[in-house]
């Protein structure tokens, strides 16, 4: 693995299903972000964690939840998916807690039917 | 320049021209700015950054620069090769008793013509 990687690539998935989108990342970075990109918007911040073991909201939380029990691997899961949550969801990290350099994912494209 | 809506703004430049990629700022506290480069399925990439206190940064072929008068910041990208076509987006950032707030543009599609 070198970087971020996302899982699925993409999903469609029918409203009211729960689903977990994957997220790990080898560079050791302390802060990890999840952002949803929808067109005509500009990538809008869902979830943030700043180290291991802690997390905070971001602008659009609602319907979404994140862990982060480990450097590594930060999941973000939809508990009961609707169509306003299909999106391009981008998974980034960040060396320190500054949010200077963010290195992001390849993305995960979720339809939510 | 970038905007709010469901189209992207677009540029067209003949490869090995020059283009200059243009972002309007909302906020005149943000203390740092950051160009992105998206390719059609990928990620967002960084390309270059400048902070507040400075108004030109240049990186290799590309420069930022920041205009905080009227909060205008751009990306100029020598000598394009089709390799830059992608949507290129700012983003600005604003540090407030250690807590920071990332906004991001919509972007503008460049397209580089063979």
């Known amino acids: 693995i070198a970087g971020i990687t996302q899982a699925p690539t993409s999903q469609i998935l029918a409203a009211g299903r729960r689903m977990t989108l994957r997220c790990t990342q080898d560079?050791?970075?302390?802060?990890m972000y999840w952002y949803r990109q929808d067109l005509g918007l500009g990538l809008r911040l869902i979830h943030y964690s700043n180290t291991a073991g802690t997390t905070g909201k971001g602008e659009v939380p609602d319907g979404y939840s994140v862990s982060r029990a480990n450097t590594d691997d930060f999941p973000l899961t939809l508990a009961s998916a609707v169509p306003s949550q299909t999106s391009v969801y981008f998974c980034?990290?960040?060396?320190?807690?500054?949010?200077?350099?963010?290195?992001f994912g390849p993305g995960t494209r979720l339809t939510v039917l | 320049g970038e905007s709010v809506g469901l189209h992207l703004p677009t540029l067209s430049v003949q490869e090995g021209d020059n283009s200059i990629i243009n972002c309007a700022y909302s906020?005149?506290?943000?203390?740092?700015f950051i160009w992105y480069k998206q390719e059609s399925g990928k990620g967002p990439q960084f390309i270059i950054d400048?902070?507040?206190?400075?108004d030109k940064r240049q990186g290799q072929r590309v420069t930022v620069l920041l205009n905080k008068t009227v909060k205008h910041l751009s990306l100029q990208i020598a000598a394009t090769q089709p390799g830059d076509s992608a949507v290129y987006f700012c983003a600005e950032k604003k540090s407030n008793f250690g807590n920071e707030k990332l906004t991001f543009g919509t972007g503008t599609r460049l397209t580089i013509i063979p």
């Open positions: 560079m050791r970075h302390n802060a």
């Open positions: 980034a990290s960040s060396p320190g807690t500054s949010i200077n350099e963010q290195f």
């Open positions: 906020n005149s506290a943000s203390d740092y």
């Open positions: 400048i902070r507040s206190n400075m």
